[in-house]
Every structure is written in C-alpha cells, then in structure tokens.
C-alpha cells in the first residue's frame, strides 16, 4: 500500500516514486494488535486513523509533500526488507478487518469513501505483492533517484530546527541508496531483474545527482543560510556522493551482467501472475490482458479516424505516419528557444483558469506553477507535483524545454491541460483541500485508474472549452489520446503477446506524433513498469461512460457541472466507487 504520489508524470519516472521512493523510518509505527486483545468489531474511522498514523510514520516524507501542520520531516523511508514485511502483516490485518465490517450501505457517506479506498488499496497491494518488486524495480524510469530527490525541493526551512530536520533526512541519503543496492542483489541471487536494456543508462543518471545543481545541493542554497548551506554541503560531498557511486558501480560491473536480456514480465519469476495483479493495483479493475489489447486496437482506430478529417481539412490529406513524424522536424510546428517553450505553456495554463468555471463548481484554492526540468530529471515531457492541503504551497508542472527545435508545439497544450487545469493539479488539489468532509487518508490515497484517467478525460474537457488553439494542437491532443490506446497494445504485447521492443516503436512511431526520443523513453518505460500505462485510457474510457450515461437518464437536466463536482467531490476514488456515486447521483436528480 501506498499513499498517492506527488508525482504525476506524463513521460516518465510514474511512478509514485515520490512517495514510494523518498522517505524513511527508525521508529516503528503503530499496527493492529493481535485478535486476542483487539477489542471486536472497531469502527471504519478508528482503523483508518491508525492507518494514516502508521502511513505517516512509514512513509514520512507524505508530511513534506502534503505540508502537513506539525509533523516532522527529518526521515526517509525505511526500505530495508524487514521494514517491507513489518508493513504487509499490518496491512493484512487492517484488510481482515476491514471485511469482517463490510461495505457501508450508504453510497457518498464518510465511511463508505474510507472503507472502499482503504479496502481497495490494502487488497490490492496484497495482491501484487507476488511480484517483489522491491527486489528488481530499478530503470531510467522507475527507481528511487527518479523521485527521491525531489523532496528536498520542498522541503520546508523556515525555522533552525526545520533546518536540522533537513540535514538529518540528508543524512540518510546515503543507508538509503546501499539499501537499494542490498535489495537488488538479493533480486539478482533470486532470478529478479528488470531488463538490461532498461537500466543501461542508469550510471549515467544517476551520476547526474553530483552535478551542482543537484536538488541535495539546491536546498541549500535555497535557505540564504551559508552555515546551513555549508553543512548540506558536506553531507553532499563526504556521504552522497560516495554513495551514489557505489550505486552507479555496482549497476556497471554487477547489475548488468545479470540482468535478464528479455523484456517481458514473464520472464521474471511469477511474472505471469503478477501481471494481471499490476493491472489491478493501477486501475482499480481487472480486465483480461486480451480484453486491453483489442480495446486498444479499437480506441486507435477511431482517433485515427478523427486525425484523418483534421488532415483532409486543414492538411492537404497527408498520411497520418508521415505528418505525425513531420511534425516534430518542420521549423513550422517547432520552437525556436527555450523560453519561447516555456511561455506557449504559461499562456495556454492562463487561458486555461479562465475558463474553470464554465465546467467546474468546485475548484481549488491552490494556484500552480511552471517550471523547466532540473537537467539530472530532463527525460520527460512534463509532470505534476502537488500543492499543499492547505492550499498556500502551489503545484508544480515542471516541463522540457531543452532541445527547442526538435520539440514539437503540436503535444504542449494537451500535455499541460493534462498535467493542470483541467487534469492533476485541478483533481489533486480539490481532494487535498477537502477538509473533514472525507477522512484525511482518504485525502492522501490515490489510484493511477482515477487519477490518470481523470486527467486524460481533462484533455478532451480541453477540447469542450476550445482551449486548443488550433489544428495542430488538436492533432498534438489526438496524438496524445492515441499513445494512451496505444499503450493498451503495447503494454499487453510486450508483457502478454512476446512483441518486441522495435515492434512496440513502430507501433507508437505509426500512430502519434511524439518526439522519438520521447517515444524510446516511453518504451522504455512501458517494459520496466508493467502495467501502469493501462491505467489511462482504462479510467477515460470509464468516466466517459458515465458521462455519457449521466447525459442520456437526464437529458436537460444534465449540468456538467454537477456531474464534474459529482465525480471529483470525494477525490480519487476507485473506478467501481465511482460508478457507484454516479449512478446513485443520477437517481438523486431524477427524484429531485
């Protein structure tokens, strides 16, 4: 079990690295006592309050990235294996709680929001744990160097002791990176590996967190404090910096010698069990391998269906393969600098707010900001990292802009109508800022079904709003809405179908307009962590669906903005919760 990521890439890391990855623990947190003490039948809010104490003191780092008042933030997460199986007997004992209470009858109550998250969450995360993750999940996309960092960006130095809670969590920096190494050799010893085409450009990566401007270092400089920024510095040179070369040595002359040459899952052990459980722990739903593959076959044919009427009307008709590679080569569809990328991403998030309440009547407080990658970061398109719950510390979008002639302005827009408003930043920020209206776990746990399907759906909301602003951009949006289909065929034919990674380009070269370099990262991606790319489409298709369902039982008296608030008032629930609440509001409106 995890808590929902501060992370929402579009490109790489998806992680919920910056959760999963980024903290730490010495003290042991609270668990459920054994059933001869336990006092019978405990209520749903009594159990997810230890839930979350437990939570909080496992996974310190939610208290950073939450801004939570008075909680600490001088530990980073335990991921020693003796912590891990700590953590499963408690959450196996919260699950058999859990079901010997049931499901709450009363659809949209606080307790059935709890229940259903926190059920859903515990089984899900016990479920897949055939996979031991813990002990192979380290790639250019998926390891702790691709979100632990980020939690010294924030972290809070305000005050001397806040000061100190910062150099004791840098301090650990360097248990936590020789523990990952522990893990992985224990993986390898066991037959786990991820793939070594995978993690051949870790070293380089990796090394990339000793360059000066390192977030271990950018703290601080951030402090305006040059004793403090002195002490962070020597922490960074005598213990970072050693430790992240033992990694990066012992990836060059152990890891990948080991590691497996094919990139299916299969080809770890269980690894076809542990499919369909990936699936689940990301989706909240469990279609077969099959039933994703032909869904995606049948998504791609209908966008390509709709590039092809843009391409007869504003194009000339070209072929989608060549205007799709076109597009990111023609001086006429790229930027000509750095800031140029960033001020057509800035202009498009103003015009964006300003149409919010059109659709929306729940927005949230938070505001959210752009920022350029940080360069040992630099991989991906763009990728959200929350606001605070109260509000006061905005979201971050932090996007490319390296490399501007070959970045395409034709994927900017939907990109960062995805990552902000009306996607991550205006879904995430809503359900931080909820208050005691859900129990606050139920504020921080997150599914990639929801979320990411949420933001998805947010691309086409885009559409709803004519914030594309014009042809190009609405291929760039049906490029993106492609490479969500198409990750439903590649996903399952790389993990299910023994495609082969060329294959898999092709497919992906053939049908959107992403850079190739951006398309080999997403590759890349797709093979070191299976599964989660599902998620997308599987969640769009589904709020879409009851969307579309809402429109036709209450025909003028549907208002998308009672469906929006309807589907976001309880934050990220799973997809069948969400089905739930939408059917139970439609028969409320009727009687209304």
């Known amino acids: ?49 230890e839930v979350l104490a437990a939570m909080l003191v496992r996974y310190p780092s939610m208290a950073t990235s939450f801004a939570i008042e008075g909680a600490r933030h001088d530990r980073l997460y335990d991921n020693s294996l003796d912590a891990l199986t700590e953590w499963q007997q408690k959450e196996d004992a919260w699950l058999a709680e859990l079901d010997a209470i049931g499901e709450p009858a009363t659809i949209g109550s606080r307790d059935w929001v709890t229940w259903g998250k926190l059920h859903e969450e515990l089984a899900a995360s016990q479920a897949a744990r055939i996979c031991r993750k813990e002990l192979w999940e380290t790639s250019t996309t998926t390891a702790w160097y691709t979100g632990m960092p980020f939690v010294f960006d924030i ?8 000061k100190q809670q910062a150099l004791a969590r840098l301090g650990e920096v360097d248990r936590f990176i020789d523990t990952e190494i522990a893990n992985l050799r224990q993986g390898l010893e066991l037959g786990y590996s991820s793939p070594r085409l995978t993690v051949e450009a870790v070293p380089e990566q990796v090394r990339a967190l000793r360059d000066e401007n390192s977030p271990f270092l950018g703290m601080g400089a951030r402090a305006n404090d040059e004793v403090f920024e002195g002490a962070v510095r020597a922490v960074f040179d005598e213990e ?9 040595a012992f990836i060059e002359d152990d890891y990948l010698e080991k590691a497996r040459e094919e990139i299916a899952l299969t080809f770890n052990p269980n690894g076809a069990e542990c499919y369909p459980a990936l699936v689940r722990s990301f989706a909240t739903i469990q279609p077969t391998a099959e039933e994703i593959h032909q869904l995606g076959l049948a998504q791609m044919a209908k966008i390509r269906g709709e590039m092809e009427a843009i391409l007869e009307a504003h194009y000339g008709g070209e072929p989608i393969e060549t205007f799709v590679r076109r597009i990111n080569v023609d001086p006429q569809f790229t930027f000509r600098s750095e800031d140029e990328v960033l001020q057509y991403s800035v202009n498009s998030l103003d015009a964006a707010k300003q149409k919010m309440p059109q659709v929306f009547g729940l927005l949230p407080k938070a505001d959210v900001i752009i920022k350029p990658y940080p360069d040992f970061a630099a991989s991906g398109v763009g990728e959200y990292h929350s606001s605070s719950e109260d509000g006061t510390r905005p979201g971050i979008f932090y996007i490319a802009v390296r490399d501007p002639e070959n970045r395409s302005r034709a994927t900017q827009q939907s990109t960062l109508y995805h990552e902000t408003y009306p996607g991550h930043h205006l879904q995430g920020a809503i359900a931080l800022e909820l208050g005691d209206k859900i129990h606050s776990l139920a504020r921080y746990l997150g599914n990639s079904g929801f979320d990411e399907g949420w933001a998805l759906y947010a691309e086409r909301v885009a559409q709803d709003l004519d914030l594309y602003s014009g042809p190009l951009d609405l291929m760039g949006l049906l490029s993106d809405q492609g490479a969500r289909a198409a990750r439903l065929v590649i996903d399952t034919g790389i993990h299910t179908k023994g495609w082969t990674r060329q294959q898999a380009v092709d497919y992906m070269m053939n049908n959107t307009g992403w850079a190739e370099v951006d398309i080999q990262n997403d590759i890349n991606r797709y093979i070191s962590w299976p599964g989660q790319a599902n998620s997308y489409m599987l969640g769009m298709l589904e709020i879409r669906r009851l969307r579309t369902l809402a429109e036709s039982e209450l025909g003028d008296r549907f208002d998308i903005r009672d469906f929006h608030d309807q589907v976001l008032r309880n934050g990220s629930m799973t997809l069948p919760m969400t089905e739930k609440a939408v059917l139970a509001w439609i028969e409320q409106t009727k009687q209304d």
């Open 155 to 162: 972290q809070p130095l305000e005050s001397d002791e806040l």
């Open 1 to 49: 079990m995890s808590p929902k990521s501060i992370v929402r890439p579009s490109m790489s890391v998806l992680t919920l690295m910056a959760i999963l990855l980024i903290s730490a623990c010495e003290s042991r947190s609270p668990g459920p006592t054994s059933a001869s003490s336990e006092p019978a039948n405990r209520s749903i809010e009594t159990i997810a309050d």
């Open 240 to 248: 970072i910096v050693p430790a992240i070369n033992r990694f990066a």
